[in-house]
């Protein structure tokens, strides 16, 4: 193994986070301050909209006891769906500001999926009168969602593909 790859062979001080800011300076020094605190505020903004479109899409659509629990199966999908085009568009199709993707993405988006509920719900069908729904609900969420991203972005691109040939 070279020098270089062998991370231990140079035990040297870590590597600053941000590159750009030099925290010997002391003007600098509140710079990661600033920019954790506005990420944060917008991640915690965007996960209550997120937690109260969920909650209100899971009270609108509540689950019968031991059925398929289809509200929190649509909203994974969904969610799932809305992150593969939201991940397109600032990734490559716009440049976005700095908040929008930990606001949309990590907030919002992450605040509406909900794979905490989904593998309680598993767990909870594990019944013997339930336990084909169980799987089947552990596979089809984790089937569908993988696949409405995949289209997500392949949708997305190609939308994006088109209106720059178009303009």
Avoid: K
């Avoid at 062998?6 to 010997?24: C, M, N, S, Y």
């Avoid at 490559?92 to 593998?119: D, K, M, N, W």
């Avoid at 598993?122 to 609900?137: M, S, V």
């Amino acid at each position: 193994m070279t020098r270089e790859l062998d991370a231990t062979a140079h035990p040297g001080p870590a590597e600053p986070i941000d590159p750009d800011i030099d925290l010997h300076q002391p003007g600098q020094r509140q710079e990661p301050l600033r920019s954790q605190g506005a990420i944060l505020t917008a991640i915690s903004l965007g996960g209550a909209i997120g937690a109260v479109a969920r909650y209100g899409l899971a009270q609108v659509w509540p689950t019968p006891a031991h059925g398929f629990p289809w509200a929190t199966f649509a909203t994974n999908v969904l969610g799932c769906f809305l992150i593969g085009v939201l991940m397109v568009v600032v990734t490559e199709l716009r440049t976005a500001h700095p908040l929008v993707r930990p606001f949309l993405g990590v907030g919002i988006l992450g605040g509406f999926t909900t794979f905490s509920t989904y593998a309680n719900e598993t767990r909870a069908l594990l019944e013997p009168g339930t336990a084909a729904t169980a799987f089947t609900y552990l596979g089809a969420t984790l089937l569908c969602a993988l696949l409405a991203t995949l289209v997500a972005v392949r949708v997305t691109r190609a939308a994006g593909n088109y209106r720059r040939a178009v303009a």
